[in-house]
């Protein structure tokens, strides 16, 4: 990650003397800052985030800003949402794509392209198929291990960082976070599950008991329209 991606260390967020607002936190006389809110890093497993988006939208995507999604999560944690890093894989396409493939594929390339040009880091694994019983399965490969790479190197390349927002439901990440927390970096979980054993939205108790602090996600934590 590049020398330009630090960050300072906290911002400072001041009242007007002028200014009459109830919902305002009290400042003391001496224009004191009110709160400071720390920089923060937000991680974000697409595959985990799209299977919850379709289960609240009752098997239809919600149609949700992933930015605005990201900052408000932040926000709830009295910390300001510097860089978000989503991890996604492109649709399959086959060696003679059919053109359902290319028409999904040019979807997904529009909507990388916009997370881009918004500042996203949009890390990309592969789509894999297999074929059992007659019917197609389809995984992303790679993609917890960019992200992995990317969380074990926040102490050397976001030294300002104490605390990320992770949104993924994988206990593979536990010895990462085990590694972050010794290096003094706060892991915060947003995370959906379902107590009911076989779903796509289980839970992993090492993963709850690894991180800092754990939140569930709710359907109105989606309620930023798509601009």
């Known amino acids: 990650m590049a020398e330009e991606n630090k960050l300072p260390i906290y911002k400072k967020i001041y009242k007007e003397k002028e200014v009459d ?22 991680f974000i497993d697409a595959g985990f985030l799209s299977k919850l988006s379709r289960y609240f939208g009752g098997g239809k995507y919600l149609n949700y800003d992933i930015l605005e999604f990201a900052k408000n999560l932040a926000k709830k944690e009295k910390l300001i949402c510097q860089k978000i890093f989503y991890y996604t894989a492109p649709p399959f396409q086959s060696n003679n794509p059919s053109k359902e493939e290319e028409k999904r594929k040019e979807g997904y390339d529009k909507f990388v392209k916009k997370l ?80 009911r054993r076989n779903t796509n939205l289980s839970r992993s108790n090492h993963l709850l008991r690894a991180v800092s602090k754990h939140i569930k996600i709710t359907k109105k934590d989606f309620d930023f329209p798509l601009r």
């Open 21 to 42: 607002n109830n919902n305002m936190l009290p400042g003391d006389r001496n224009g004191s800052p009110d709160e400071f809110f720390n920089p923060t890093l937000v």
């Open 116 to 195: 881009r040009q918004e500042k996203v880091i949009v890390k990309e694994g592969r789509c894999q198929r297999l074929k059992i019983d007659g019917e197609y399965i389809y995984n992303q490969k790679a993609v917890d291990i960019l992200m992995a790479m990317d969380l074990m190197n926040v102490p050397l390349s976001f030294p300002e960082i104490k605390e990320i927002i992770l949104i993924a439901t994988d206990s593979d990440f536990v010895p990462v976070v085990e590694q972050l927390k010794e290096k003094g970096i706060k892991v915060i979980l947003y995370i959906y599950y379902i107590k």
